[in-house]
């Protein structure tokens, strides 16, 4: 009984991750990456590693966001932790970049 409400939830945080997630691709997609930031923050603080990583990227470029390189390399640092290769590749270029 324990294992299937412990599944349940587990289940219920995955679609909620997968629903923010998707709705930041909605967003951003129909060319407002403003609301996408707003969802993918949302997403990340959840802990979906995807909204993250998306986040990132708006952060890195300053797409929807007022640029932030430092805030980037933060989120691109909680995606690689959790074993994103998209996210350990673009932390470790901007980190360097940053070092310079």
């Keep these: 009984m324990i294992k299937g409400i412990?599944?349940?939830?587990?289940?219920?945080?995955?679609?909620?991750f997968a629903d923010l997630f998707v709705d930041?691709?909605?967003?951003?997609?129909?060319?407002?990456?403003?609301?996408?930031?707003?969802?993918?923050?949302?997403?990340?603080?959840?802990g979906d590693i995807?909204?993250?990583?998306?986040?990132?990227?708006?952060?890195?470029?300053?797409d929807g966001v007022k640029q932030n390189k430092a805030k980037a390399?933060?989120?691109y640092k909680k995606a690689c932790e959790t074993g994103d290769e998209e996210g350990c590749t673009s932390y470790k270029i901007l980190n360097e970049e940053a070092v310079k």
Excluded: R
């Design 6 to 16: 412990i599944a349940m939830g587990l289940l219920l945080s995955v679609n909620l």
């Design 24 to 46: 930041g691709l909605t967003q951003y997609d129909k060319g407002n990456p403003k609301q996408a930031s707003e969802i993918w923050t949302k997403a990340c603080g959840a």
């Design 50 to 62: 995807n909204g993250c990583y998306n986040l990132a990227v708006l952060y890195d470029h300053g």
């Design 73 to 75: 390399i933060e989120l």
